[in-house]
């Protein structure tokens, strides 16, 4: 069987992965920092589907512990086919009302792991010839809407770069950058759901898992799940950066998702 590796696995679309994975015959290697939610987990997928689940709690914030996940997706004897750099959070205050600390720390999840455990899978699967590695991005990245915007915006522009690098090598990388996602991503930011988007705007992270690995599937180096973001992603490509940047717009559209 195949191995996929998802962190963010105990909540949210991390845990859509792994259940749609897990039923695709992968067994799998969940990463989270919550312990008791990850053996949950193991035990239901396990119970389900008859696949093999190894918990791996960390924080990956925390270099210490990234550098144990970078080891296992290095790991020779026990390789992994599919990464999925899932783990990620929001702050509720704008950049200026928030502690460097936490600031740095957001940074940490959703930029450095993300660079770490790509370069730790992408050179044990260039040597295989085989594998993808899936980071989950956002909409927002294309947008002017504070640091958690300026990261994903980093996450699918390091994508995209990563599977030029990557090209006839049999690795293949797809940033999903999807939007706003019902999860329990805004309850634990402090954001009201009724307040962040109207309701046609949110998605069905089912929904949005089956469709990016479909465009996994096709080799896609960017998936935006949801007709409403397609249209979106490709109206914020081609306006005038000063709209993009319009106060009114990016408090309105601030579609935070893991």
Sequence with gaps: MPTALVTGASAGIGKTFAHQLAARGHDLVVVARDESRLEALRAELEAQHGIRVEVLPADLADRTQLGTVADRLGDRQRPVDLLVNNAGFGLRKSFIRNTVEE??????????????????????????GAGNIVNVSSVAGFMSSGTYSAAKSWVTVFSESLAVELADTGVKVTALAPGFTRTEFHDRAGIKASQAAPDF????????????????????VLSIPGVQYKIAAGLLRVVPRSIVRKPKLVRRHRPNKD
């Design 103 to 128: 600031e740095e720390q957001m940074l940490d999840v959703l930029v450095r792991a993300v660079l770490v455990l790509s370069h730790a899978a992408a050179l044990a699967m260039k040597e295989r």
């Design 201 to 220: 705007m949110w998605l069905d992270a089912d929904k949005l898992v089956s469709d990016g690995l479909a465009d996994v599937d096709k080799g896609k």
